[in-house]
């Protein structure tokens, strides 16, 4: 036992604080871990969410140390397990770990150990508890507390929801039900009422802190297409004297985009699950050691990295859930010093996540499918290449969905043989349930990137925690003013009104790309289907306007709350009656597009004037602290030297610029423009 753990003194909260400083080195709690702290020292169960980089796991140190007899920590990933232990190893608490990665004979002697009071916290993984005789070495080790580290993944509802964790109830009737610690950094209110109902919570402390963290700087840019995605990451990519996660949705994406970074001067390297654990390890070890600057990564580069000095996440493209988001854009800026999360979006990642969505649900058409193809082969085990000619499309794109299910009704057997298909051992109504929340997260995170208010207090909402700030100053919206003000070139009232009269006529029957291309005239599937599109009065009236732009447009009515768009694999595209109001004259509304940015613009700008721009974009940032971004991207200060604006109101025109920063920086940036006599 540590000394802190061995003179404890009375008063509890006296006593946590020696050990935070005798053990952790540190001065006080943060924001709700004291409170957390203290309810778990009086035997009460609790619930804590808080963002990645908050300090979770040191809420349940303090008191594992504080008490006696043992804490089991039921965590999910072995790397995170193993670098939590070594963490408390070198405090000098005495803690282990049991999972798939020691022999039998080290887990044996891991767990008599335990027995005999050798240890204050073991860490296990939830899979564990399916192991023969487990349960039973549990009811023998004395366990005081139970703490269920990522307590999101037992929830169905949960953005990574993990079947093992299940599993959890047996093993506390195993311990003998102690007080319980459910920990998570991304639960939304209804996912903490099934986290509370799973675990069978009981009038526990539930505390939701730290989401709003004014470090960060929330930006989103839309994106026209690969070349543009690209082209905006190469401007805004600078880990500065930090580090940089790039996220991104998929294996090839993340080698084609890390292999760009290196040839712009940054070292980079892709990390995805399909790497061989030796390549794994040696990314992390270079990603901490510096000598990668920048990880390109798909969700797989996530839990246990701990870096302070993470500069900028930027997701390119958005991922299914504003909890998956968040927890990696969390990442960034856990020393509190200024950092970007930034997301590059365009309209096909919508098309990425609806294939993750649809091939992770099947339905049951397809489940038989699979199992009829299975069936003919006469084994399941075979080369999945034999299958595909057998197997229509979808059936083949959730084809390890599907063989899941199989597996779990018990048509495909351990042996490799095939055996019949009850689909009344599988709830298909459960699954069409899952899979329309799913698409309901999505559309979540759609609202955020498209979002005209407050980024911070959209993610505070979120989450649950209660906050007065509706407004901020590290955010791209408040930046450029509230009222959700969108820099570009304003659309004609007119036009507005066309774009709203196709969607009514369509009444919800239409989807996003169908109706931008009978706005623009332009035939395709749907009206060669339907040819009787081609003469309703929709049809070409916005001639002049690419399908691509009046997509765009079709969104901001979106975010504007002018149209809404249903849920699932199609989206439907209908009026709100905002939209009818604004179609019938009796509400306006203001609507931009953000113009592209040529790539020859940088060869209009004075590159003197741009050279000045950015010196005092660096003195300015250097009087207050912040990243040089934060004051004015690079863009911008082009677009100020190609434009060369000479009052405030052209300057007010300018992308980038905004009341909040015409109002703090106007009158300096026009005597750094004004012509040299």
């Known amino acids: 036992m540590t000394s802190a753990a061995n003179n404890a003194n009375p008063d509890r909260r006296a006593s946590a604080q020696q050990v935070l400083r005798d053990v952790f080195r540190l001065e006080s709690f943060r924001p709700g871990q004291a409170e957390v702290v203290d309810a778990q020292m009086h035997g009460r169960d609790v619930l804590a969410v808080a963002p990645t980089g908050s300090g979770k796991s040191l809420s349940y140190w303090v008191p594992a140390i504080l008490g006696d007899g043992l804490t089991i920590v039921v965590s999910p990933l072995i790397a995170l397990m193993k670098d939590q232990v070594d963490r408390l190893v070198a405090h000098g608490v005495h803690a282990a770990f049991i999972n798939s990665t020691l022999s039998s004979s080290e887990q044996r002697e891991r767990l008599e150990a335990a027995s005999r009071g050798e240890y204050q916290l073991v860490y296990v993984a939830p899979e564990r508890f399916s192991r023969p ?6 009811a023998t080790l004395g366990v005081k507390r139970f703490i269920v580290d990522e307590a999101h993944c037992i929830s169905t509802w949960g953005h990574d929801f993990r079947p093992d964790y299940r599993l959890i109830g047996g093993a506390l009737e195993a311990c003998g039900r102690p007080p319980i610690g459910a920990f998570t950094a991304t639960a939304t209110p209804d996912v903490r009422k099934d986290i509370s109902s799973n675990l069978g919570l009981r009038d526990p402390l539930v505390v939701v802190t730290g989401f709003n963290r004014p470090n960060l700087q929330l930006e989103t840019v839309h994106a026209r297409g690969g070349r543009d995605r690209l082209e905006q990451l190469r401007r805004r990519l600078n880990p500065g004297d930090g580090r940089a996660l790039v996220y991104i949705g998929t294996v090839k994406g993340a080698e084609n985009t890390a292999a760009a970074i290196s040839r712009w001067g940054f070292p980079a390297a892709p990390y995805h699950g399909r790497l061989p654990d030796v390549s794994r390890r040696r990314i992390q070890d270079g990603f901490a050691a510096k000598d990668l600057r920048v990880v390109v990564a798909t969700s797989a580069f996530g839990m246990g990295v701990d870096f302070p000095d993470i500069r900028q996440v930027i997701h390119v493209g958005y991922p299914g859930s504003v909890e998956a988001y968040y927890q990696e854009a969390g990442r960034a800026g856990r020393d509190g010093k200024p950092a970007l999360c930034l997301l590059i979006h365009s309209s096909k990642d919508r ?10 649900f099947p339905e049951l058409r397809e489940v038989m499918s699979v199992h009829t193809a299975y069936s003919r082969l006469g084994v399941w085990n075979a080369d999945p290449e034999e299958l595909k000619p057998l197997v229509p499309e ?3 794109l959730s084809l390890d969905a599907s063989r899941r299910l199989l597996q779990k009704a018990g048509a495909l057997r351990s042996d490799g043989s095939v055996g019949p298909f009850d689909h009344s051992l599988l709830d298909f109504e459960q699954l069409a349930a899952l899979k329309r929340h799913a698409y309901t997260k999505l559309g979540q995170m759609i609202d955020y990137a498209q979002l005209r208010t407050c980024r911070h207090a ?16 590290s955010c791209d919206n408040c930046e450029r003013g509230q009222g959700g003000e969108v820099v570009g070139a304003p659309v004609d009232v007119a036009v507005i009104r066309a774009a709203l009269a196709g969607a ?3 009444a919800g029957r239409i989807g996003m790309v169908n109706l931008a291309a009978i706005l623009a ?7 060669r289907d339907q040819p009787w599109v081609l003469h309703v009065p929709a049809y070409g009236s916005l001639s002049g306007w690419s399908q691509g732009r009046l997509r765009r447009l079709l969104e901001e009515l979106v975010a ?36 592209d940015l040529e790539p020859a613009s940088m060869s209009s700008a004075d590159p003197a004037l ?37 009052d405030l109101l052209q300057l007010g025109a300018v992308p980038g610029i905004g009341p909040s920063k015409l109002d703090r920086y106007g009158t300096a940036l026009l005597e750094i423009l004004a012509p040299i006599h």
Not at 133 to 138: A, D, I, Q, V
């Open 504 to 506: 009514a006529r369509f």
């Open 610 to 646: 741009f050279k000045r721009l950015r010196e005092w974009r660096s003195e300015v940032a250097r009087r207050q602290g912040v990243a040089a971004f934060m004051v004015f991207h690079d863009r911008t200060l082009n677009e100020l030297a190609s434009r060369r604006p000479a």
């Open 458 to 473: 959209f993610i505070t909402d979120y989450f649950g925690e209660v906050t007065t700030e509706r407004s901020c100053r």
């Open 394 to 396: 979808p059936a083949w």
């Open 351 to 360: 098309d990425l996540q609806v294939y993750f969505i649809e091939t992770a």
């Open 521 to 527: 005239g332009k035939e395709n599937r749907f009206s």
């Open 560 to 595: 504007a709350g002018c149209l809404t768009q249903s849920q699932g694999q199609y989206p439907m595209v209908e009026l709100t009656d905002r939209g009818r109001a604004v179609l019938g004259g009796k509400q306006a509304v203001a609507v931009a597009i953000e113009p």
């Open 133 to 138: 005789g487990f349960m039973g070495r549990l």
